[in-house]
């Protein structure tokens, strides 16, 4: 009796949703590099495609105007800096030990390309007014996580509890200015100084009570 091979299993095609899923996501990894590359009025719907690889009339079936697609990348972007803010309250340790941590995690998450590119559309805020309130909830959102996370890390902090607010403010001014700092002039300018002074500051805040 000759021997008949075993069909080949079929290979699952993708459904329509998740070919949806697949290319919205795309577009909005090619809009990340977009704006982290040249800034958001720099960039244009025609360049988000070329950099997928993409149609136009892709992006303009998965989004109605260049501002909603801003605002899906601010969103996305927004919402991964809270999930990475979110594993402060795993650190623990000895105070001086947590701030290192807390610092090494912000910088972390402030560096990411997503959290760029929602800085990038948060600034372009400034000159439209519609794009800045619609993504204010995810900004302050976002926030929200950063000041009941650290409050919650330096809870035992022997400071009174406007004191260690006080040190997430300058944390939270700073770290977005050295990382800047970096970007613009990274060949002069080296950031690891700064950020263990920024660490002593923010310790010694946290262990200072106020005059």
């Known amino acids: ?32 590099r977009c704006l982290c590359r040249s800034g958001c009025s720099a960039t244009t719907m025609i360049d988000v495609a070329q950099e997928a690889g993409l149609s136009k009339g ?13 605002l899906c990348v601010a969103y996305h972007g927004w919402k991964e800096l809270s999930e990475r803010l979110g594993d402060l309250s795993a650190i623990e340790g000895p105070l001086d030990e947590r701030v290192d941590a807390v610092i090494d995690l912000m910088l972390e998450s402030y560096s990411s390309p997503s959290c760029r590119a929602a800085y990038e559309v948060r600034i372009a805020g400034r000159h439209d007014r519609a794009l800045q309130r619609s993504q204010d909830p995810l900004y302050k959102e976002a926030y ?6 650290w409050e919650r890390v ?57 005059g």
């Open 1 to 32: 009796m000759p021997h008949r091979s075993r069909p080949e299993a079929r290979v699952r095609r993708r459904t329509q949703l998740e070919r949806s899923t697949s290319t919205r996501a795309a577009l909005i990894e090619a809009g990340v």
């Open 58 to 70: 892709a992006v303009q079936h998965h989004f109605r105007d260049k501002r909603d697609f801003m």
């Open 144 to 149: 929200r996580t950063v000041e009941a996370e």
């Open 154 to 210: 330096f809870a035992d902090a022997p400071v009174s509890k406007e004191r260690v607010r006080d040190a997430r403010r300058l944390a939270r001014s700073l770290l977005p200015g050295i990382l800047v700092l970096h970007e613009v002039e990274p060949e002069i300018e080296n950031t690891s100084g700064a950020i263990e002074l920024l660490k002593e500051t923010i310790h010694w805040v946290l262990t200072t009570p106020s």
